[in-house]
């Protein structure tokens, strides 16, 4: 029985939904990009860009994916032959790392494996290591995508004032903006990247660099930005074009706008970090109600270093592989693969997914995809323990 005709629902890890008011914004002629109210609304865009991280400092606007907001900071940080100290949790982290590495970057990788947070006592040490200071900047995801690990921003920031090092901290919050908190300012984060699919809800094609005083003048010499990713160039603009190197991503511009008023204005951003993080909850509730009478467990074992916005399975036996094939096709709902956990080709492969909980995303959302899940482990006899949805249930309707 095919039960997947009627609106499929795309429950991976970005792009995420899209509001309808996002889509219906982005529904329009071409604006005029010269003057007028495009240019009121992209001021008020930049404006609400601070808010969402929390920062009073610059922020630059890029036609680019969350790669290119990677390559935009990593032009402007560095010079050639400079040091970065990558602190990598997951596939994203060795990402930016290979990223930074092209560029002619030496890179010093501390990686803290796949299932638990960057251990700051570590990167205190690197540093401390470093006696003459070559080390440029800590590269960090506050959310690895793959992994679904999440990293302590400010005890890294801390461990790297207590080494008493002039490293800046550079954070990739593409999986966790709008998501997860992130508070740039008074967590002392120097360069901080996002993109616009996932948490900020609007179809991938912008990417975004914040950063700080102190950033802008430690790289005022760096050799390896080029006209198109110099973020001196967008920050300062004075004429209208500047702002993107060339046209601006008008469209992109106005879903932007809706989905800022909606997660600023509307529901608010401390709320939204409560939502992300009630549904998360309920996720790993069923979870571990599976795993009761199964070989199901979350990827990540310790709550407070799980993400908000994503969480990885483990489902042994090729059950996770089963169950994704099994929810697209009979039930309309589609799963994240398991990125970094393994190689496509190894086995492992099928031992994992991942269940994307981000952006414009509610309660009777996530309680389909738990009971969609749950109802593929019956028809394909993945065994599992019982009281899932029941468990998911209660951490909904709690106050």
Not at 177 to 202: E, I, P, R, T, Y
Request: with cysteine; proline share 4%; net charge negative.
């Amino acid at each position: 029985m095919n039960l997947s005709q009627g609106r499929p629902y795309l429950a991976i890890p970005g792009p995420s939904v899209i509001p309808d008011r996002v889509l219906n914004a982005m529904h329009r002629a071409s604006p005029n990009i010269y003057e007028g109210p495009l240019h009121d609304l992209t001021a008020t865009v930049f404006a609400d860009l601070r808010r969402v991280a929390r920062t009073t400092g610059h922020v630059a606007l890029y036609i680019a994916n969350g790669h290119g907001a990677w390559e935009a900071a990593n032009t402007n940080l560095f010079s050639r032959g400079d040091r970065a100290l990558v602190a990598a949790t997951g596939s994203f982290g060795h990402s930016w790392a290979n990223s930074v590495r092209r560029l002619g970057v030496e890179v010093e990788l501390l990686d803290f494996g796949k299932t638990s947070r960057a251990d700051a006592g570590r990167i205190e040490e690197a540093l401390r290591a470093d006696r003459e200071g070559r080390i440029k900047a800590v590269l960090l995801t506050q959310v690895d995508t793959a992994s679904t690990v999440l990293n302590d921003v400010a005890e890294v920031r801390r461990a790297i004032d207590a080494a008493g090092h002039s490293a800046l901290l550079a954070v990739d919050c593409i999986a966790s903006l709008g998501c997860d908190a992130f508070l740039m300012d008074d967590w002392g984060v120097d360069v901080m990247v996002a993109a616009s699919q996932k948490g900020l809800m609007v179809p991938p094609g912008l990417g975004f660099v914040w950063l700080s005083d102190k950033a802008l003048a430690a790289c005022a010499g760096s050799d390896l930005r080029t006209p198109y990713w110099d973020w001196t160039a967008r920050i300062n603009a004075t004429e209208y074009w500047q702002y993107f190197c060339g046209t601006a991503p008008t469209h992109h511009l106005y879903g932007l706008a809706e989905a800022l008023k909606m997660l600023l204005d509307e529901e608010g951003l401390d709320q939204a970090w409560a939502r992300h993080r009630r549904l998360a909850e309920a996720v790993w509730a069923a979870a571990g109600a599976w795993g009761q009478g199964g070989d199901i467990a979350l990827n990540v074992a310790r709550s407070g270093e799980r993400a908000g916005s994503v969480t990885s399975l483990r489902v042994g036996g090729g059950g996770a592989g089963q169950l994704r094939r099994w929810c697209e096709a009979v039930a309309g709902v589609t799963l994240g693969i398991p990125l970094g956990m393994a190689e496509p080709h190894e086995a492992a492969y099928g031992d994992y997914l991942r269940i994307g909980h981000m952006g414009h995303v509610n309660a009777h959302m996530v309680l389909g995809v738990l009971a969609t899940l749950e109802a593929g482990m019956t028809a394909l006899g993945v065994p599992h323990g019982p009281g899932a949805l029941d468990a998911a249930a209660a951490v909904i309707a709690a106050p």
